[in-house]
T-cell receptor, first 116, second 115 residues
Framework: AQSVTQLDSHVSVSEGTPVLLRCNYS??????LFWYVQHPNKGLQLLLK??????LVKGINGFEAEFKKSETSFHLTKPSAHMSDAAEYFC??????????????FGAGTRLAVHP | DSGVTQTPKHLITATGQRVTLRCSPR?????VYWYQQSLDQGLQFLIH???????AKGNILERFSAQQFPDLHSELNLSSLELGDSALYFC??????????????FGPGTRLTVL
């Protein structure tokens, strides 16, 4: 069965310091993994996706994520936080149904706060 | 802007009532997905339509139903509303059916408040 666990419900950082949002997944086969961001009162926006072409994935706004199969992890990082990064972040695994279609399974989310 | 539109943005109604939420996918996308986001349940997949046909069901209540029309827009119908149905309802679209690496593009959501 496919599942995803975000290890921190809240993360607080100072502006200019690194960001680390942790995600572990469970999948019976090679997974498709995504990070989405949701700003207050907004829809979800794709930050980046893992497509098996490279284990280090670069996304928008300076975010990166590294796929580590041995650790079943897909942690999201950013070298230097900006105030505008304050939002909720969702780690997502794509689940394939036997009928040949897929759905997304969302983690519980990590709320990132950025302080001046 | 994802290209997915949802109307209305906000909806306030009473228990026992019925509402319809509307979604227009990105141009060219054939798949439409509906999600419910609530504080206690998080983001949950409700249902998936592809080119007018239902393809997958998630945690969708029997009081809820959806359809996708020939022009590919979709409607989510919620009936006999209860207080617990208050949530943010998202629609998402993607180009095809089962392209594993294709992300879904989300609309801005409809916030439903049941009083």
């Amino acid at each position: 069965a496919q599942s995803v666990t975000q290890l921190d419900s809240h993360v607080s950082v100072s502006e200019g310091t690194p960001v680390l949002l942790r995600c572990n997944y469970s999948s019976s086969y090679s997974p498709s993994l995504f990070w989405y961001v949701q700003h207050p009162n907004k829809g979800l926006q794709l930050l980046l996706k893992y497509t098996s072409a490279a284990t280090l994935v670069k996304g928008i706004n300076g975010f990166e994520a590294e796929f580590k199969k041995s650790e079943t992890s897909f942690h999201l990082t950013k070298p230097s936080a900006h105030m505008s990064d304050a939002a909720e972040y969702f780690c997502v695994v794509s689940y394939m149904f036997s009928g040949g279609y897929n759905k997304l399974i969302f983690g519980a989310g990590t709320r990132l706060a950025v302080h001046p | 802007d994802s290209g997915v539109t949802q109307t209305p943005k906000h909806l306030i109604t009473a228990t026992g009532q019925r509402v319809t939420l509307r979604c227009s996918p990105r141009s060219g996308d054939l798949s439409v997905y509906w999600y419910q986001q609530s504080l206690d349940q998080g983001l949950q997949f409700l249902i998936h339509y592809y080119n007018g046909e239902e393809r997958a069901k998630g945690n969708i209540l029997e009081r809820f139903s959806a359809q996708q029309f020939p022009d590919l827009h979709s409607e989510l119908n919620l009936s006999s509303l209860e207080l617990g149905d208050s949530a943010l309802y998202f629609c998402a679209s993607s180009p095809g059916l089962a392209e594993t690496y294709n992300e879904q593009f989300f609309g801005p959501g409809t916030r439903l408040t049941v009083l």
